[in-house]
């Protein structure tokens, strides 16, 4: 007989993405009869309880990672160091609580390292199983990934929402680190469903990641697509309203997940971060995206330039934006059919 879990999920507050891929894992785990209580805050816990209004919410602690506005994010992530590692432990005291709190069986961590339990079986999602860093802190790659590799092992399984074969989009990002222990490929995440409708939308922008590179693009994206002959829609990712001061803009503060699937489909082209969880929406709803990489944000760089490589999408530069030639190029890209194969298989193989 199958036997009811009550299961605590966390996903990373560093962007939408975390959040975003953990939507499918949860409608599984739902679909199977298992309770599911999520910790979460800030904007993951307005999209997570959008989606999921009946389930129970605790909050977490945020990490609340901070960029720079330079290129070189090196300076500003090292000298946060110490409230990530503050956070992580104040976490894994909170995991704790909580999983006292709801009875928990089992506990699902998307990139929150403290988020385990020795006592409870605890599973790790993660499509960053090596970790690259900038070229002038390069020497510091190998420690950080000693690093990563104990973290990760501390947890009973590591789940990588990412095809094992050729056919991979994250690469060396998760392809790379052999020593991690029970490490499973999944297959590719979406939370959305392919419908059948209509275009009625030029671009639609959407905008995610950490201030003050959110705004710094929001900017750039409004001097380039504004005043074109193109329709623009502009999801700012923010929970703030904002006014057009283009005829052909328009803005929405937030989008949940039924409504940006709808946007997604009803658009030509993407505009977006090369967040990966982004990039697995794209290709399983078939859609042409134009995708630019948080500057000094190596994970989101390495993906932008492997994907174009494969010529499935379009990588684009925030600093020399010329629209004209980047949708030229787009015309010429070719999106492979991954499917959403078993991974629903693969996921309760380990509940």
Not at 151 to 168: A, Q, S, T, Y
């Amino acid at each position: 007989m199958k036997t009811t879990k009550n299961i605590l999920i966390s996903p990373l507050d560093w962007g939408m993405g975390h959040a975003s891929r953990i939507i499918p894992v949860i409608e599984i785990l739902r679909n199977n009869g298992h309770n599911i209580i999520v910790a979460a805050s800030g904007l993951q816990k307005k999209l997570l309880s959008s989606s999921f209004p009946d389930i129970i919410f605790e909050d977490i602690i945020p990490y609340n990672i901070k960029l720079s506005d330079k290129k070189s994010q090196n300076r500003v992530i090292l000298s946060q160091i110490p409230k990530i590692i503050i956070a992580i432990k104040k976490e894994h005291k909170q995991v704790k609580a909580l999983i006292q709190k709801h009875n928990i069986n089992l506990v699902i961590s998307d990139n929150r390292y403290g988020f385990y339990n020795k006592d409870v079986k605890s599973i790790f999602i993660t499509h960053q199983t090596h970790i690259l860093l900038p070229k002038k802190i390069k020497f510091l790659e190998n420690i950080l990934n000693k690093i990563n590799t104990r973290l990760i092992n501390k947890f009973d399984v590591c789940w990588v929402p990412d095809n094992k074969n050729e056919e991979n989009l994250s690469g060396i990002l998760s392809h790379k680190n052999k020593k991690i222990n029970n490490l499973k490929y999944i297959g590719i995440l979406s939370k959305f469903n392919k419908l059948d409708l209509e275009i009625n939308n030029d671009i639609l922008v959407i905008l995610s990641g950490p201030e003050p590179q959110r705004t710094i693009f929001e900017n750039i994206i409004e001097t380039k697509l504004g005043d074109t002959n193109n329709t623009v829609i502009i999801v700012r990712g923010n929970n703030k309203e904002k006014k057009s001061e283009y005829g052909n803009i328009d803005y929405l503060a937030f989008a949940n997940t039924a409504e940006l699937n709808k946007l997604i489909l009803q658009s030509r082209i993407i505009i977006s971060r090369s967040g990966y969880s982004s990039i697995m929406d794209y290709i399983y709803l078939q859609k042409k995206a134009i995708i630019f990489a948080t500057p000094g944000q190596t994970e989101q760089e390495y993906l932008s330039e492997y994907l174009s490589e494969k010529n499935y999408f379009i990588a684009g530069n925030q600093e020399q934006f010329n629209l004209t030639d980047l949708l030229l190029k787009l015309e010429d890209t070719k999106i492979p059919n991954i499917e959403l194969t078993n991974g629903s298989y693969k996921i309760l193989q380990d509940i």
